[in-house]
């Protein structure tokens, strides 16, 4: 039988089908994959466009069943990053909107689908980025001409709390919060940000990206650098993304550790260092 990695899976929207790009030079997934090397295989499922209900449809032919005759690589953790496209306004057509109560139903069969569990496998929910809906409004109204925004900044805010809500309540599950982390991420990047005015901060909700009424005047602060098009992710923000899900995945013996052939991620193959002095040690025997 063919040795196999075990999988780390990135299934999601265009937020995960766009981290294999090379964006300021970082590659969400490349890195991904060189922090797993010799240990996980790093697949990427992320489509664009797909909301919640789009991928509970097709999970069950993205992770088949797990029979008793399985021989296929095991599903080590699963990075769910879902909801962007769900949080869409429903008047925009063709519509990705999905409710929230659906939508919370779904991220729960997702994570908790027979498909999934079989493997005993690491569930990393990601709650959904921040939007930057002045850029939004200069998409949608000034270059499409629509009458009004397809996506806004409370909105979305709205379904990452939910995301937040189903990890809290599915026990074993990895929060990955990436609203709160780009957010902040942001502040830091905004030397003008002050907490005390109305127009950046309102009680706990930081006001970056958020419009102020409805001409697309707002304060955008560093958002602009970490959205370039208002909803998808530049290099920068990718590299935060990474740094937050990087220490879920593993630890990882050193590959000539005595331990490594008993971790849970022993490399399927030795290094060149074991295979050389096996080697040796043949040359040895065959030449008493």
């Given at each position: 039988?063919?040795?196999?990695?075990?999988?780390?899976?990135?299934?999601?929207?265009?937020?995960?089908?766009?981290?294999?790009?090379?964006?300021?030079?970082?590659?969400?997934?490349?890195?991904?994959?060189?922090?797993?090397?010799?240990?996980?295989?790093?697949?990427?499922?992320?489509?664009?466009?797909?909301?919640?209900?789009?991928?509970?449809?097709?999970?069950?032919?993205?992770?088949?069943?797990?029979?008793?005759?399985?021989?296929?690589?095991?599903?080590?953790?699963?990075?769910?990053?879902?909801g962007?496209?769900?949080?869409?306004?429903?008047?925009?057509?063709?519509?990705?909107?999905?409710?929230?109560?659906?939508?919370?139903a779904?991220?729960?069969?997702?994570?908790?689908?027979?498909?999934?569990?079989?493997?005993?496998?690491?569930?990393l929910?990601?709650?959904?980025p921040?939007?930057?809906?002045?850029?939004?409004?200069?998409?949608?109204?000034?270059?499409?001409?629509?009458?009004?925004?397809?996506?806004?900044?409370?909105?979305?805010?709205?379904?990452?709390?939910?995301?937040?809500?189903?990890?809290?309540?599915?026990?074993?599950?990895?929060?990955?919060?990436?609203?709160?982390?780009?957010?902040?991420?942001?502040?830091?990047?905004?030397?003008?940000?002050d907490?005390?005015?109305?127009?950046?901060?309102?009680?706990?909700?930081?006001?970056?990206?958020?419009?102020?009424?409805?001409?697309?005047?707002?304060?955008?602060?560093?958002?602009?650098?970490?959205?370039?098009?208002?909803?998808?992710?530049?290099?920068?923000?990718?590299r935060?993304?990474?740094?937050?899900?990087?220490?879920?995945?593993?630890?990882?013996?050193?590959?000539?550790?005595?331990?490594?052939?008993?971790?849970?991620?022993?490399?399927?193959?030795?290094?060149?260092?074991?295979?050389?002095?096996?080697?040796?040690?043949?040359?040895?025997?065959?030449?008493?």
């Amino acid at each position: 039988m063919a040795a196999s990695y075990d999988q780390v899976v990135l299934f999601g929207d265009s937020l995960f089908q766009g981290a294999t790009d090379i964006l300021e030079g970082f590659s969400f997934q490349a890195a991904l994959q060189k922090h797993c090397i010799r240990r996980l295989d790093v697949v990427n499922r992320g489509f664009s466009g797909w909301n919640t209900e789009d991928a509970l449809r097709y999970l069950p032919e993205i992770f088949p069943a797990k029979s008793s005759d399985y021989t296929g690589p095991r599903l080590r953790y699963l990075l769910v990053l879902l909801g962007a496209n769900d949080a869409c306004h429903p008047w925009s057509l063709p519509t990705q909107f999905c409710p929230q109560e659906e939508y919370k139903a779904n991220l729960k069969k997702i994570i908790t689908h027979p498909n999934i569990t079989a493997h005993d496998t690491k569930v990393l929910l990601v709650a959904p980025p921040p939007l930057d809906e002045t850029r939004i409004y200069q998409y949608d109204i000034e270059e499409n001409g629509l009458d009004k925004l397809t996506r806004s900044a409370a909105n979305s805010a709205q379904y990452s709390q939910l995301a937040r809500d189903v990890a809290a309540e599915v026990p074993g599950t990895v929060l990955i919060d990436l609203q709160d982390a780009l957010t902040k991420h942001a502040i830091t990047l905004t030397p003008e940000y002050d907490a005390k005015n109305p127009q950046h901060h309102n009680g706990d909700i930081p006001l970056l990206g958020y419009m102020d009424g409805n001409d697309g005047k707002g304060f955008r602060g560093a958002l602009g650098r970490l959205f370039p098009d208002g909803l998808h992710l530049s290099g920068e923000a990718y590299r935060v993304f990474f740094d937050l899900v990087a220490p879920h995945i593993g630890p990882f013996p050193e590959l000539l550790d005595e331990k490594d052939v008993k971790s849970e991620f022993a490399n399927p193959f030795p290094d060149w260092k074991i295979l050389a002095t096996e080697r040796e040690e043949k040359k040895k025997a065959k030449s008493q």
